[in-house]
């Protein structure tokens, strides 16, 4: 890759006399990506399409891989196990991904109205969770859920209901990034031009109307960023059911579509089947996030 | 991404390349350097593991064994089998006997039938059947794991229960303690730990797996495990049982606080609720497990290891003597019983002085080891295990959890480790009957 | 693009200082903080149990036993805990500044170059963000074991070097921050493209570097999915790892639930030090005004 010198390069472009140095910066990114994501989705593939048959005796000691052609992927998609976790996630998403944004839209707008006392100080402690891994912040609310060592009433309040799970999974998720989130939109808040707020205040708009009629438009761009990294997070949950996992009967070992791939791999030790899971789960979503990443663009741009 | 199996195998090879280019081989090879000793990796969970492992270095200067501990129990397992796949596994590892059949199967463990022609001898056949298949020895077995009834001696005396020696004693005791002490429970039904529940089976008589020939019988959801079953979700569903999995922090406290009042578990019990319920030193015994039938001996089977020799090894015969040395040596065998408490599995071993001495945690009960010699030889596992426990164990935690979770029937819970056990066994390619 | 070269703490309007305290939006900060507070400080509280303690005391009650316990944690296996925690530093610090070096030259690139496939490779990697890690770690781990790499430190650090978000923001930082006239003028005076980047695109683009750099540091920090799958040797593994392993201890076999408490306390007091002592230079207008 990257030998051609640059040629046809489009008008009012910058001209480098075919300059070497951006395929030189590029190269590291470049080589990284075919190593660590091209060359490991590839060998997935040619996995997923294999299956491991034993022979010899009674313990099959000779195992081989066969080709198997698409047998994975019809195991896969007929599994209802995996639509159930898909299903199971999307709960949760559904949950966590507006008391995300919803949080972070309300805190960043209650840091921007003026006279807010301790607003620093609340700043700082609303972004600290960010800087807790998820295993470890679900190892604290793990402890805080349980009834033996709850301080939040989990002795009378079930968190590992069936239903109550999803709120306590969301509720993880939520913790870890709603300041992250607040900061993104405070910051587009103060991004915007003061002058604004004078007119508003002379036509004598209450904080209240000034926040949702003027600041909740200008900053749509901040809180749509937000709402594709909440769903882009959702996606990928693994780390708070997995770590919630032994502490209860609530969460099984395939309660999320990562957790489910990690069963396969790890637990069964079925790869090409955790491969065929992946292909599948990758795809719808790289579709999803397609079609969201463009609705947004439009939206946005428009 | 790609469309072609031609520009992905390029990819491949160009990651690769990259790969090895970049970083110039800073893998570090399990190779002993020529001269040097033999250097051995061992893998295992046990706590204070490593102080046995350093009378073997200061012993055998010419092979050194370094021990590590990747992941506990189950998941070393899966860190076996991915290791395997990448041809890098450890030379020993520490495995349980219900795995050991798959990673036969998986060709993780070597037969090492060779190497073990005397340590063999010092064992007898029902301790070997869980590591001899077909003929050939795949392990060294380490320890013994009958199941027996802890219970809180404390708290039998103050309500004035006595120790069931039967289920239907064990069920009417349950729900006398209820009465008597309302918010304890006579125990817990553990959805957590398949091998637990499999324990309880065997004493029932179930055979989940089963062989004549090359094929493979496969009968979790018999007669005798639905008893087994139908007994415990009665227990459950009158409230008598608790449904926290074992080892939680939940579990934990109940243990500590007098909620649960008797354990159904393994001999390696009293070093593990040390760590559980530290308050309740001196206040635990143990009793033969209920029998179904008063009078009868039978008991089941909870954990238990196996010390196993990779294929990955380069070294199959030391790492074979270091397992040898490590179950059947007086002075290694001793120091596993005084520091992890384990029963010993070699014949010699269960006569060693020093389990004349209870485990420290039981200092009420002198004869602790006395009780444990006296119900190991009824204590009876299936006729082998299956080469697919995960997929049957993991089914086990999944559809129990839901059954206790939404007070679905246990019976169904079996059909579906049964069919889960019997859909993956067959994909795999064994013959089955 | 103006947003993004933002004054970070500007725009304050003189009316703050004026008239008494606004109390809704001031009680519904705290009661934020608190919510975000309050799992720390149960840690806090429970790390200063005693092993007997902790399963048996009131829940809010304090004790004296975080020294034990630290003690404990500290000889637990001869020290590993710390040996973790340096670990976690190890990796994050070296991943994200070579991952933040990275970033920048290619994000540098593709946004002051015109060249060949420009838009495809722009567009390869940010489809990149989407693909789970999970889906990667397992073939990753194959791979990297066939060059004899997994259960080592570069077996950690390589995977995580790529960061498509990283480039994606060093790109639109690139563009707004390094205007092309002064590129320009650097070439009329004879300076070479590398010396151009170094000095002029490097310079102008570090306070965004900073923000790449930290987003990276905790996202590795964090990580928890890719050591877990490629290292077997405890004295390789991040707290995360370390962490985990000592709750799921082993099969039929006590947790050590007190240790891990005071494990994550432990573990979550550097990294909230390291991000206040960074406060200042961290950028996350940069995130914001990248939507444009």
């Known amino acids: ?302 | 991404m790609f469309t072609s199996q031609r520009r992905l195998r390029l990819a491949l090879a160009v990651a690769a390349a990259l790969v090895v280019t970049a970083c110039g081989g800073a893998g570090g090879g399990a190779a002993a350097p020529s001269g040097g000793p033999v250097e051995l990796t061992y893998w295992g969970w046990d706590p204070n593991m490593d102080k046995v492992v350093e009378k073997w270095n200061a012993a055998n200067p010419d092979v050194h064994v370094t021990l590590t501990n990747p992941a506990g129990g189950d998941q070393l397992v899966s860190k076996l089998i991915t290791a395997h796949q990448a041809g890098n596994g450890p030379d020993i590892a520490k495995v349980e006997y219900q795995s050991l059949p798959s990673l036969v199967a998986g060709g993780v463990v070597a037969d090492i039938t060779e190497h073990t022609a005397e340590a063999v001898g010092q064992f007898d056949d029902a301790t070997l059947a869980p590591v001899r298949f077909e003929g050939k020895v795949y392990g060294i077995p380490q320890d013994v794991a009958p199941l027996m009834l802890f219970y809180r001696q404390d708290l039998f005396q103050q309500h004035g229960l006595t120790v069931p020696t039967t289920w239907d004693e064990y069920a009417r005791t349950a729900a006398e303690l209820a009465q008597k002490a309302p918010g304890v429970s006579i125990t817990n039904f553990d959805a957590a730990d398949p091998g637990w529940f499999a324990g309880l089976a065997q004493q029932a008589g179930a055979d989940w797996w089963s062989s004549t020939g090359t094929t493979w019988h496969v009968d979790i959801n018999g007669a005798e495990t639905k008893k087994v079953a139908a007994y415990w979700e009665d227990l459950v569903a009158k409230g008598l049982v608790a449904k926290n999995p074992s080892f939680s922090p939940q579990w934990n406290k109940e243990m500590n606080d007098g909620t649960l009042a008797t354990w159904i578990s393994g001999a390696w019990a009293p070093a593990q609720l040390g760590g559980i319920a530290p308050s309740t030193k001196g206040k635990w015994a143990v009793a033969p497990l209920p029998a179904w039938t008063a009078g009868d001996q039978q008991t089941g089977i909870w954990g238990g290891s196996a010390t196993t020799v990779t294929t990955d090894s380069k070294h199959p015969a030391e790492a074979a003597r270091f397992a040898s040395w490590l179950n059947t040596d007086p002075d290694a065998v001793s120091e596993q019983v005084k520091q992890i408490n384990i029963y010993p599995a070699s014949t010699a071993g269960r006569s060693l002085p020093v389990l004349a001495d209870a485990p420290p945690f039981f200092p009420n009960q002198p004869e602790f080891y006395g009780i444990v010699k006296q119900v190991a030889p009824g204590a009876r596992s299936f006729s082998m295990w299956g080469p697919n426990v995960t997929v049957t164990f993991s089914s086990y935690t999944n559809s129990f959890g839901a059954a206790l979770q939404q007070g679905s029937p246990f019976a169904g819970a079996l059909d579906t480790m049964q069919s889960a056990t019997l859909a993956d066994i067959t994909k795999l390619g064994f013959t089955v009957g | 693009m103006t947003a993004v070269l933002a004054r970070p703490e500007a725009g304050a309007p003189a009316v703050a200082r004026r008239g008494g305290t606004a109390w809704v939006p001031t009680v519904a900060l705290l009661v934020g903080a608190a919510y975000c507070i309050i799992p720390t400080l149960w840690i806090l509280i429970a790390s200063t149990k005693t092993k007997t303690e902790l399963f048996s005391t009131a829940t809010y009650l304090p004790s004296l036993g975080l020294a034990e316990n630290v003690v404990e944690l500290s000889q637990y296996q001869s020290g590993i805990f710390w040996r973790w925690m340096l670990n976690s530093f190890l990796y994050a610090a070296v991943g994200g500044v070579v991952a933040s070096a990275i970033s920048a030259a290619t994000g540098y690139a593709l946004a002051k170059y015109a060249f060949r496939g420009r838009e495809l490779l722009f567009n390869t990697i940010l489809a990149g963000v989407l693909l789970p890690q999970i889906v990667l770690a397992i073939p990753q781990y194959l791979l990297l074991s066939s060059v004899g790499l997994t259960d080592s430190y570069l077996g950690v650090l390589l995977p995580q070097l790529f960061n498509p978000y990283g480039i994606y923001l060093c790109r639109i930082y690139a563009a707004a921050a390094v205007p092309d006239t002064l590129l320009e003028a650097g070439r009329l005076d004879g300076a070479s493209e590398f010396q151009l980047f170094r000095t002029v695109g490097l310079r102008l683009m570090g306070p965004g570097l900073v923000t790449v750099f930290l987003l990276q540091f905790i996202a590795i920090w964090n990580n928890f999915l890719l050591p877990f799958v490629m290292l077997t040797s405890e004295e390789k593994f991040p707290l995360t790892v370390g962490l985990y392993g000592l709750l799921r201890h082993g099969a039929a076999e006590a947790s050590l639930y007190s240790l891990v408490i005071a494990g994550t306390l432990l573990s979550i007091i550097p990294v909230v030090a390291l991000f206040l002592s960074l406060q200042r230079h961290w950028r996350i207008d940069l995130v914001t005004g990248a939507i444009r």
Do not use: H
Not at chain 1, 5 to 13: K, L, N, T, W
Not at chain 1, 130 to 139: D, H
Not at chain 1, 167 to 181: H, Y
């Open chain 1, 1 to 302: 890759m990257a030998v051609a010198p640059a040629r046809g390069v489009p008008a009012g472009a910058p001209r480098r006399r075919g300059s070497a140095l951006p395929y030189v910066l590029v190269a590291p990114a470049v080589l990284l990506f075919l190593g660590f994501v091209v060359a490991p989705a590839g060998y997935a593939l040619v996995l997923s399409v294999q299956s491991r048959k034993v022979s010899g005796g009674l313990l099959g000691t000779g195992t081989t891989m066969v080709f198997s052609g698409l047998a994975n992927y019809q195991a896969v998609l007929g599994d209802v196990e995996l639509w159930r976790s898909a299903l199971r996630m999307l709960l949760v998403a559904a949950i966590a991904i507006p008391g995300t944004v919803g949080l972070a839209l309300l805190f960043a707008l209650m840091l921007d109205v003026p006279r807010t006392r301790l607003a620093r100080f609340s700043r700082l402690a609303i972004f600290v969770p960010y800087a807790v891994p998820g295993v470890i912040a679900t190892l604290m609310w793990g402890f805080l859920y349980l009834p033996a060592t709850s301080p939040i009433g989990g002795d009378s309040i079930d968190f590992f209901s069936p239903v109550g799970v999803f709120g306590s999974v969301a509720n993880i998720a939520v913790w870890g990034a709603a300041g992250f989130n607040m900061i993104v939109i405070f910051t587009a808040l103060r991004a915007l031009p003061p002058e604004i707020y004078e007119a508003a205040r002379l036509d004598g708009c209450s904080e209240l109307q000034m926040a949702l009629r003027i600041k909740v438009p200008l900053v749509r761009p901040a809180v749509v960023m937000c709402s594709l990294f909440s769903a882009l997070a959702a996606l990928q949950l693994f780390n708070e059911p997995n770590t919630l996992r032994p502490l209860s009967n609530a969460i099984s070992s395939t309660w999320v579509p990562l957790m489910k791939i990690y069963n396969d791999a790890f637990v069964d030790a079925d790869l090409p089947r955790a491969a065929a899971t992946s292909v599948v789960f990758t795809v719808i979503a790289l579709g999803v996030s397609f079609v969201a990443a463009r609705l947004i663009q439009r939206r946005v741009a428009g």
